[in-house]
């Protein structure tokens, strides 16, 4: 599993309606949003690294989405130790 923490800069006026739609995706979950900075901050579930990037890759195709930035992330093996 994979766990990351991102920025979704988007424009200022548009941070409700980025944050709505990046909650509705499966996985995501948002923490917080700047909206005089034009900044959601979310983390994202996935089974692994290359679906995370996927998952976050797409968050792009949001109108008025600027970029996003990872902040953290974490990964663990399901299968250390068996």
């Known amino acids: 599993m994979t766990i ?3 920025i979704v800069e988007c424009a200022p006026e548009a941070c409700d309606a980025v944050a709505a739609e990046l909650s509705m ?3 995501v979950e948002v923490h917080g949003i700047d909206a ?3 900044k959601v901050v979310v983390t994202v579930e ?3 690294i290359d679906e995370s990037h996927r998952i976050a890759s797409d968050f792009v195709s949001i109108d008025t989405v ?3 930035d990872l902040v953290y992330a974490n990964f663990e093996d399901d299968n250390l130790g068996k």
């Open 66 to 68: 600027r970029g996003v």
């Open 25 to 27: 995706r499966d996985g």
């Open 4 to 6: 990351s923490s991102l």
């Open 36 to 38: 005089k900075q034009g």
């Open 46 to 48: 996935a089974d692994g």
